[in-house]
């Protein structure tokens, strides 16, 4: 079978978004899975459009037909693998792996130190990204439902439009990548940013988009209970995706009467920042 291995262009990436779809459908027929719930083409585009714009994205063709992509966020040393998928024709050829390893080979050569991956349950997949290094760490559970949780009151906490350096400086230290093209896209896809303090200080911020909590932050474990309960409020459904060391996270969910969905695993070739505080926005920014 004669195969290239390139760095994608614009043009390839709508080809790219209806391989995702054949490939997720099938692994979701393989594995017995409820249909995923599906995100608008367009925004799919969008989101495979910024990360070619600013990360790593190479595909792999059969003549003129992408049949796999391997896509990375490089943010300073952090390497994150935002889509690794193969149509199901060409799986079990060795095709995928070879343009994984060209996404992480370029990341090594951009300075990438510490390689991570928000993984499906895939066992080929999961296989393949324990060959390159990256070893469990901890599941990402998901939660969602109608939450039932009271605000805290004004006078502990205020909110405030995020602001981009606040979320940048907690990021730097709950990721160890301060992600500025990171928070721009998702301004620019209209998600609310909402900044949180307390005594004139700031301790932490949340997005909510869709009803999805996420990314958010907070300085402190006492906190985290107050900023969630934030993020929820008002909301008739949410969706929260919680690392499994975020002990505050769990709790909260599980108190918040939200039911357990579904879980993934966060891969890691090494420790990074804070994963106890810190609660990610879904599988392609982190």
């Known amino acids: 079978m004669d195969i290239t291995i390139r760095e994608a262009q614009p043009e390839d990436l709508p080809e790219c978004v209806n391989l995702f779809q054949e490939s997720v459908t099938d692994l979701g027929k393989r594995q017995n899975l409820p249909p995923p719930q599906p995100m608008p083409a367009g925004r799919r585009l969008l989101i495979y459009q910024h990360i070619l714009a600013n990360g790593i994205f190479h595909v792999a063709l059969q003549g003129k037909r992408v049949v796999a992509f391997a896509c990375a966020n490089l943010r300073d040393r952090l390497w994150f693998l935002s ?15 070879q343009v994984l390893r060209k996404v992480w080979e370029t990341g090594r050569k951009r300075g990438a130190t510490t390689y991570f991956v928000w993984a499906s349950s895939d066992l080929p997949a999961l296989a393949a990204y324990l060959k390159l290094g990256m070893l469990p760490g901890a599941q990402i559970m ?49 998600w609310d940013g909402t900044q949180v303090m307390r005594g004139g200080i700031g301790v932490g911020y949340f997005y909510t988009h869709e009803g999805i909590v996420g990314p958010a932050a907070w300085t402190h474990p006492r906190h985290a209970e107050a900023i969630l309960a ?57």
């Open 142 to 190: 998901v939660f969602e439902g109608g939450p039932s949780v009271a605000r805290p009151a004004p006078a502990a906490y205020s909110t405030h439009p995020l602001s981009k350096s606040v979320a940048m400086g907690l990021d730097k230290v709950m990721l160890g990548a301060r992600r500025e093209e990171d928070h721009d896209f998702m301004a620019r896809l209209g």
């Open 230 to 286: 934030l993020a929820c409020g008002g909301q008739k459904q949410v969706s929260i995706r919680a690392p499994g060391m975020n002990h505050d996270a769990l709790q909260f969910c599980l108190s918040a009467g939200l039911r357990l969905t579904g879980f993934s695993h966060l891969l890691s070739s090494a420790p990074f920042g804070h994963m106890d505080r810190y609660i990610p926005s879904g599988p392609y920014l982190f």
């Open 83 to 97: 889509g690794f998928w193969a149509r199901p024709a060409v799986q079990k050829q060795h095709i995928g792996m």
